[in-house]
């Protein structure tokens, strides 16, 4: 339908970047494939945030179309902003070289790693086995090791290049790491380089002190001085090392459950100490997989959670955890249509909201479309799915609307509610600040007008009336009301759905100009790529 000239409103961004993100809040993932290639570099690299929280849907089609030239971006999200939680996770699954030196590089510049993980890219092998080389750029260590910064060497001694690792030892001397130590004595000797660990033994370059619990193991320089003597001695030099390598990697559901990450006391005495792995970020332990799934032991909460957070996690192992905690459910990132199919076949065990997250999720990744959802979910979660204000999953939700013959304009009754996607305890809006209420800041001044009215106003109405960039790119305290912006992902899906050459129409009209509302531009932009 042509605009209405008579009221001559020009529908123009004053900032096209910001707009461009806020109106890719509304496209599906394979959308978002097709479309990246073709929008300007600053507009994606502004996508990636829209209407004060992350776009996961830009963030995965960028991991997906995986250009050299967005790592550094990706890899700042994952670990300044650290949302969505599972972005480091993607990003090491990988298992790419490029990545892992990106990820290295930024320990210390942009934060601090955690020490496991240092350890773990230091290594230089595949995080699905432990054992199948994935060495870093040349480049990398070129940068790295000219900085000589000591945590890194600490994790440089964990390197399965003799070189590295030796470097790495001759830096710091007797002030490593008696665990690294170990494991780049055993790396020496393995590269038949037991002249270089000679040389460090007669130099004293190796930790002199008693270490592990209460003291109980000999020094390093004891290990290698009987390494070097006698074949008993390496094989006792060896068989350390492995266990000083073990915490890297999760074999069992009790590693996983436990909290130190510690082998449980044997015969009334502690085994020799495991450096803990650091599970502030699950992502980050390597986890052997098959050994987990082999164990057919109960999943205890601790490690259902884990497991849930996890973005390798097989599918099999998912579904058991399902199956015991369906409440976990919801922290899955991707979950599988198997996934939703065994939630529903619980019956109201889940629960609504369980199941509300969960199609949520699906929909924001890609794994699963509204037609399955509606074709699955039973139908009295399904209006719950329906009714929802969840930012993120907005477009699935309209797309579900439109399935149940429930899309169509809303009375804004109150005129503002504090429904987020993040949860009851994360709200929106904070009662005690009072921009956060204000029509004016969120919509424009004219579009305010219309909350004046006796009769109140619609979200029709207010996308007609608001300011465009008030609506696409909102400012701090301005966000719109959810249930605006959930009617204008339904008009985006009519109109734009499926066709990119309409969403770049869009965009286009909204950079130039257009003659008429945002809602007649979304309409000719679908009429004129029809």
């Known amino acids: 339908m042509a605009p209405d000239r008579k009221s001559w409103k020009r ?11 806020g109106l ?3 496209a599906t993932p394979r959308e978002m494939d097709a479309l990246l290639d073709r929008l300007p570099d600053d507009h994606v690299r502004q996508a990636v945030n829209s209407h004060g929280m992350p776009n996961a849907v830009v963030l995965g089609a960028l991991l997906r179309r995986g250009r050299v030239d967005d790592l550094d971006l990706l890899v700042q999200q994952a670990l300044l902003v650290g949302d969505p939680p599972s972005l480091l996770g993607r990003l090491l699954d990988l298992d790419d070289p490029e990545v892992n030196a990106t990820v290295l590089i930024a320990d210390g510049v942009l934060t601090r790693l955690p020490r496991n993980l240092r350890r773990q890219l230091a290594h230089q092998t595949s995080r699905r086995d432990g054992v199948t080389p994935r060495p870093l750029p040349g480049e990398t260590w070129t940068g790295a090791l000219s900085q000589r910064k000591e945590a890194l060497d600490q994790a440089i001694l964990y390197a399965t290049d003799p070189d590295q ?7 710091l001397g007797a002030g490593a790491d008696p665990h690294g130590a170990i494991r780049a004595c055993r790396t020496l000797l393995d590269a038949h380089r037991a002249h270089e660990l000679r040389d460090l033994v007669e130099q004293g370059r190796l930790p002199a002190f008693r270490w592990g619990p209460n003291a109980s193991e000999p020094s390093v320089l004891a290990y290698a001085q009987a390494a070097l003597k006698s074949e008993d001695g390496t094989r006792r030099l060896r068989e350390l090392a492995e ?8 074999r069992s559901i009790a590693d996983i459950a436990d909290a130190d990450a510690c082998e449980p006391w044997r015969n009334g005495r502690r085994p020799f100490v495991r450096t803990v792995v650091n599970r502030r970020h699950p992502g980050t332990p390597r986890v052997d997989w098959s050994a987990v799934g082999a164990d057919g032991g109960p999943i205890p909460y601790r490690a259902a959670r884990f497991m849930v957070r996890r973005t390798d996690a097989p599918l099999a192992l998912l579904r058991r955890v399902v199956a015991d905690h369906p409440e976990l459910a919801v ?6 249509p198997e996934l939703l199919t065994d939630l529903y076949g619980q019956g109201a065990r889940p629960g609504a909201d369980a199941l509300l997250k969960v199609v949520g999720n699906g929909l924001v990744a890609g794994t699963f479309d509204a ?8 139908e009295e979660a399904l209006r719950v799915v329906a009714d929802a204000l969840w930012l993120p999953g907005l477009r699935g939700t309209a797309r579900i609307r439109a399935l149940l013959g429930l899309d169509g304009d809303v009375q804004l009754t109150p005129p503002f509610v504090d429904e987020t996607g993040h949860g009851r305890t994360r709200r929106l809006r904070d009662p005690k600040v009072a921009a956060h209420w204000n029509p004016e800041l969120a919509y424009g001044q004219a579009a305010a007008r219309l909350f004046e009215q006796r009769r109140g106003t619609t979200a029709d109405e207010v996308l007609r009336t608001a300011d465009v960039d008030a609506i696409l790119a909102p400012s701090q305290g301005g966000l719109p009301d959810p249930r605006v912006l959930r009617r204008l992902a339904e008009h985006a899906d009519r109109n734009l759905g499926g066709r990119p050459e309409a969403w770049i129409m869009a965009l286009r009209l909204l950079q130039d100009g257009f003659v008429g509302t945002l809602l007649d531009l979304l309409e000719t932009s679908g009429e004129v790529t029809s």
């Open 11 to 21: 529908t123009r961004a004053r900032n096209i970047a910001r707009c461009t993100a």
């Open 165 to 171: 690792a030796g470097s790495a030892l001759r830096s």
């Open 243 to 250: 266990r000083v390598r073990r915490p890297e990697t999760l």
């Open 24 to 26: 890719l809040r509304f």
């Open 371 to 378: 037609e399955f959802v509606v074709a699955t979910v039973p």
């Open 331 to 336: 922290f899955i990132d991707a979950p599988a």
